[in-house]
């Protein structure tokens, strides 16, 4: 039913909870994983420490799936994480993206996330918001 599921991560508590739930799905249903992080353009810091942050976001989410014996495919971009995620989840061809109903902000007072909520917004595939 599911053969490519995208797991967009940013790193966060909520993010890795995603993780897990993607790569649990990925053994029971022999699917791909596509993991991609989105270096925010709006971010004011130096771009090596966005970008070394980013690789080691996706290498994280990498030793989590070997465990698992799942390599996954790892895209890392710079640009408008909601914007470049929809774009990247149609070109992937993804059958579901499991992402955080939250992520580094984390403004729990908020029901979900910008990010998250754009996904559910533009995506015609279902999106599983994990807690
Ligand atoms: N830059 C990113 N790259 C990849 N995935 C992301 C990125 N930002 C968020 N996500 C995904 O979206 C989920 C929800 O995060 P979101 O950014 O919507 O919430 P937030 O950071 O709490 O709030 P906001 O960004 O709207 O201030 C995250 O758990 C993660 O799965
Ligand atoms: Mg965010």
Redesign the pocket.
Known sequence: MFKIIMV???G?E??AR?EDIAISMASKYNARIVG???I?EKLIYPYEVLEDEGKEILKNLNSKAKKEGIIPDEILVFGD?AKD?ITISKRMNADIVV?????????EKLL??????NLIKSLDVPVLLVK
């Open positions: 967009p991560t940013d966060s909520f993010a995603a991609v992080h989105v925010d994480p995620l992402v955080g109903t939250h992520g580094k902000k984390g403004l979900i996330g910008s990010v998250a909520e």
